[in-house]
Structures are given as structure tokens and as C-alpha cells.
């Protein structure tokens, strides 16, 4: 859904098609946060105290950002969720599954690097646009930092859903393992444990 939004968020740039861009990050955060705080109960398991929470929160930031249409107050809502779950990620990584470390800090680091180059991005945009058109075209595409934040976050989002599923299925009493498709790609696959 996020990436459908952002796909017609950046082909039209009209605010109807940002709000399909943005309003998803919200909306899947709050699944992520939901999973990470959850990771650890038994199966067929619903808290609802913080369902209702997170659903209450979406509405909120809906209604605000539907009223307000200042785009600060998506970004500070939705890194309030993102530092929520690099929270949780330091928790379990610390305390519960050290040696998910890999894991969980390759997936935080690459989606901070890109939110890094984004944040340059937005700071220095006509300084890069200036630069890219004396440069040739192959290091003007390398400085599209826009479209590296776009790469990052989502295979730093998509390493951290493995991680999330490797947590829950570890506390599952499956045997959770990465393997690469093509080489290149991570997968995890499991199997449960079998019983002596």
C-alpha cells in the first residue's frame, strides 16, 4: 500500500496522492509496533488495550493531517512510531535474542542511512541540482538522494520485517533460517522443532 501511494504521490504530485503516500507509513508503523510488542505471546493471542491504542493514534494523525496539512507533523508522528520500534529492536537484540544483533542493527542502520540522504536531500536540494548538471549523468543518478532514501528504507523495512519474523518465530519454538534466493536476497524459512 505504501509503495502504491508513493508511486502516485511521485507520478501526479497533487496532496490527495501524498496523503496515499504517507498516511500507509502511519498505518503499517502501527502494524510493525503492534507485531514488535507482541512477538513474545502465545499464538491466537489479541491485546487489544494496545490495538485500540495504535488504531486510536492512526485516527488521530488522520484527522490532524487532513486539518493541518503541514507535512513536519506526519514526519515527527511517524518517527515517533519508528523510534518506538528501534526501542523494542534495541530491547530484544540486548536482552531476549543476542544474536539477532546482525540482523537487527543492519536493518536500523540501512533504514537510518537513508533517512540520512533524505534529510540531505531536502536541505540541499538546489545545491544538488546545481552540482548534478556539471556533472556527468552517471554520478548526477548517484546523487539522487530522493530516490536512495526510497531504496533504503524499504530494504531496511523489509530486513526488519525478517527480523520480526525470525523473533516470533523463534519464540513459536520454530527453527527459523535465512537463506539467499538468487544469491542475493534474504528469505527466512522455519520448521517447527520437534518434540523429544
Not at 523489509?158 to 523473533?167: A, D, R, V
Amino acid at each position: 500500500m505504501v509503495g502504491m501511494g508513493s508511486w502516485c504521490f511521485h507520478m501526479t504530485l497533487k496532496y490527495e496522492m501524498q496523503l496515499l503516500d504517507e498516511l500507509p507509513m502511519i498505518y503499517s508503523c502501527c502494524i510493525f509496533v503492534y507485531c514488535m510488542f507482541e512477538c513474545f505471546k502465545m499464538k491466537n493471542s489479541v491485546n487489544y488495550h494496545l490495538l485500540f491504542i495504535l488504531v486510536l493514534f492512526s485516527l488521530i494523525v488522520t484527522t490532524v493531517y487532513l486539518k493541518v496539512k503541514e507535512p513536519i507533523f506526519h514526519q515527527v508522528m511517524y518517527g515517533m512510531l519508528v523510534f518506538t520500534l528501534v526501542l523494542r529492536s534495541i530491547y530484544i537484540v540486548t536482552w531476549v535474542y543476542p544474536w539477532l544483533r546482525g540482523l537487527g542493527y543492519t536493518s536500523l542502520g540501512i533504514f537510518l542511512m537513508g533517512f540520512l540522504l533524505w534529510n540531505i536531500d531536502n536541505i540541499f536540494c538546489d545545491s544538488l541540482r546545481n552540482f548534478r548538471k556539471k556533472v556527468p549523468p552517471i554520478i548526477g543518478v548517484a546523487t539522487q538522494f530522493h530516490a536512495w532514501w526510497h531504496i533504503l528504507t524499504g530494504l531496511g523495512s523489509y530486513l526488519h520485517i525478517l527480523f520480526s519474523l525470525y523473533t516470533r518465530t523463534l519464540y513459536l519454538r520454530y527453527r527459523p533460517k535465512v537463506k539467499f534466493l538468487f544469491g542475493i536476497w534474504p528469505v527466512i524459512l522455519f520448521e517447527p522443532l520437534r518434540k523429544h
